[in-house]
């Protein structure tokens, strides 16, 4: 899957713009340098506000993980990555608080 991404912050209101081939992996454009290091700052997982930490073991291939990742950071995700997102609901264990 290719995408052509431009992503906004909630908070900053800076734009992250960049092309992303899950195929390869692989990320270019303007913001494809930031994109990676925020893909490895990840660390290989995301804990978002209201949810538990989420394994993310493969962000440049998988596509939900990398919708994760960024969401994570608190950008608001383009149609084409928020329609990737798992649904959380079904996986959070008896014992979290949300």
Known sequence: ????LTLSHHLAGE????????????L???DADRARR????AEGKVTLPTW?????????HDPAS????F???GYELSPELEIL???LTDDLPTDAVA
């Open 15 to 26: 734009a992250l713009s960049f092309s992303w081939d899950s195929d390869t992996g692989t």
């Open 28 to 30: 270019t454009g303007p």
């Open 71 to 73: 969401a994570g950071f």
């Open 1 to 4: 899957m290719k995408l052509d």
């Open 85 to 87: 997102l798992p649904e």
């Open 38 to 41: 925020m893909v490895e700052r």
């Open 52 to 60: 538990p930490t989420i394994e993310v073991p493969d962000p440049l």
């Open 66 to 69: 990398l919708a994760l990742i």
